[in-house]
């Protein structure tokens, strides 16, 4: 929430101080004691109330000057693009904020007597959502807040691209990646250890929307499992495997099994890279199609981010593919191979 210590109250003339209990007019954003506000009964401005009137701090004039955030409040240089608090998209000026009463210490907005009667005539599409993210905001929630361990500034660009719009696309601990990122640029190398991409192979990048490498590294492990098919097959006497010894196909599922472990030791070593690779592509193709900023941010956080639905699709049309091919191509023998499992009829 705006921070109002140092202000002051229009009835009692005192400035706020931190533990204050304040309130704000529903109409123009004017903050007061609760008492005070009660005791007047009504907004000391509010014959001024319209369109045009908007409450402004005493240092309005510096903190449009300086390029205010509009979501935290942080003076930015007037140069940023993104807060270099919390990675918001700056506009030119800073948005006029639509306040509700609310208590000082950033607790759920109360509306009381005085509210209540003040905002009876307001129009039903009064928007409070500028507010309430302005309350909300945390710069902790943030990959840029006081408190994050990465020391990145939203407004530095990585492959040409912001940091800020990095931590839109990425979503979910992007933190670490900015870090990882950061660290890859600077080091100007491509390999940064995965643990997820080497155990989890083509599962990790569809869970992370990089359908390149998804598509690479899973037809990759479809390949490898080709040999054990055709044993399968050989086993129930398919008529596709006649020409093939028992030899040479443990042979081959031996070399299926080294290269499968090569693919995971790859997909290990570069996922990291390779996934930033995609995520630049896909930000870069937003970034043509939405030249506005703020709408670049949300279309940003929607095509980005992570897919557990697409993980639970990749998963079962695997295990389609590998038992339809089964039922279709096995041979009559079939309860040799319930032997060979360790499960004789």
């Known amino acids: 929430m705006y921070d109002f210590t140092g202000c002051e109250c229009p009835v009692c003339h005192q ?46 004039a510096a903190a449009e000057a300086a390029h205010v955030c509009s979501v935290c409040g942080t003076e930015n240089p007037a140069e940023n693009r993104y807060c270099k608090n919390c990675g918001a998209p700056m506009s030119g000026q800073p948005e006029k904020r639509r306040p509700v009463a609310a208590h000082a210490s950033g607790a759920a907005p109360q509306e009381n007597a005085a509210s209540k009667n003040s905002a009876a005539g307001k129009d039903a599409s009064f928007d409070y959502s500028q507010l309430y993210r302005s309350a909300t905001a945390s710069p902790e929630s943030s990959p840029f807040g006081a408190n994050a361990y990465v020391a990145i500034d ?17 979503g979910p601990s992007s933190r670490i990646y900015l870090m990882i990122f950061k660290q890859m640029e600077v080091l100007r190398h491509k390999i940064s250890f995965s643990f997820s991409a080497m155990l989890f192979g083509p599962f990790y990048y569809i869970y992370r929307k990089a359908w390149k490498p998804a598509l ?24 596709l495997t006649a020409g093939l010894s028992a030899v040479l196909l443990e042979n081959l599922q031996r070399a299926a099994g080294m290269i499968n472990y090569a693919l995971m030791f790859v ?41 557990i ?28 191979l319930v032997s060979a499992l360790g499960y004789p009829l």
């Open 15 to 60: 400035l706020f101080r931190p533990d204050d209990d304040l309130v704000v007019c529903p109409d123009c954003g004017t903050p007061y004691h609760r008492a005070c506000y009660e005791k007047a009964g009504r907004c000391v401005y509010s014959a001024s109330h319209g369109p045009d009137f908007a409450w402004a701090p005493p240092h309005k």
């Open 154 to 170: 939203p407004n530095e660009s990585m492959d040409g691209i912001p940091a800020a719009e990095w931590a839109a696309y990425i």
């Open 216 to 239: 690479f590294f899973g037809l990759l492990a479809c390949l490898t499992r080709v040999p054990m098919f055709l044993s399968v097959l050989q086993i129930t006497d398919s008529a």
């Open 267 to 307: 997909s290990g070593m570069y996922g990291f890279y390779l996934y930033k690779k995609s995520a630049a592509e896909q930000i870069r193709r937003i970034q043509q199609q939405y030249p506005d900023t703020q709408k670049r941010s949300y279309v940003l956080n929607a095509q980005g981010g992570t897919s």
């Open 309 to 336: 639905g697409a993980v639970i699709a990749l998963f079962l049309g695997f295990m389609a593919l590998i038992y339809i091919g089964m039922f279709l191509f096995m041979g009559p023998n079939v309860n040799a």
